[in-house]
Each structure stands twice: as C-alpha cells, then as structure tokens.
Nanobody
Framework: QVQLVESGGGLVQSGGSLTLSCAAS????????MAWFRQAPGKEREFVAV??????????TYADSVKGRFTVSRDNAKNTVYLQMTSLKPEDTAVYYC?????????????????WGQGTQVTVSS
C-alpha cells in the first residue's frame, strides 16, 4: 500500500503563486509515475502534470493549460513531489490531487492510477 498526503493549498490572488506538496509513504517502486490532477466543481478530474521515473530516466509532462506556469519536481530524500504553481488564474481553482502508480505509461489518464491522496483545495480569486 501507498499513502499520499497533499498539502499547501489555499487562497491566492490572481497572478500569485502556491507550491503543493505530496508526501508518499509505504511501498516504494523502482519505476513509477507521480502525477497531479485537479477537479473543479461540476467538472471532470483533469490531468495537470506528472513526473515519471524509469530505470535511468526522469521525465515531466504538463497539460497545455499549465505549461510554462507550473513545475513538478521531487525530493527523493523526503519521498515528496512538489507542484510549483505560478501566474495563477481563477480557472486554476480546483481540488488538487496527487496520484501514483508503478508504471510509466498513459501517465495522463486518471483511471490508470492506483493510489490517490485526499486532495487539497486551491482557490484563485480574481
């Protein structure tokens, strides 16, 4: 089992910044994807960003809507993945979830992830 705990959400003005954290505990995997998804009221959960760790590779992928504004990174020593969000817009308002799986394929598909955190609310005021 893997436990994921998100933190760092809050209320920020348009144009501001926030950094979300996702701390992982439990089982560890040699190859894995750790992703961020978000879900706004009345909308489907959507992919935001992912960091995928292979045998000797590391790659990041972003949704077009956040490219250039959000950065995903990890701290191995802390078993934590971060989502640094800058130039925030009201349309970024959502509950943000981190998720992980021991595979690095179809990394933007929420249904393929095995473990999820409880989510953290991000609200961007205009």
């Amino acid at each position: 089992q893997v436990q994921l705990v998100e933190s760092g959400g809050g209320l920020v003005q348009s144009g501001g910044s926030l950094t979300l954290s996702c701390a992982a505990s439990g089982r560890t995997f040699s190859r894995y994807a750790m992703a961020w998804f978000r879900q706004a009221p009345g909308k489907e959960r959507e992919f935001v960003a992912v960091i995928a760790i292979g045998w000797s590779t590391l790659s990041t992928t972003y949704a077009d809507s956040v490219k250039g504004r959000f950065t995903v990174s990890r701290d191995n020593a802390k078993n934590t993945v971060y989502l640094q969000m800058t130039s925030l817009k009201p349309e970024d308002t959502a509950v943000y979830y981190c998720a992980t799986k021991p595979r690095i394929s179809t990394v933007d598909q929420a249904t393929t992830y095995d473990y999820w955190g409880q989510g953290t609310q991000v609200t961007v005021s205009s």
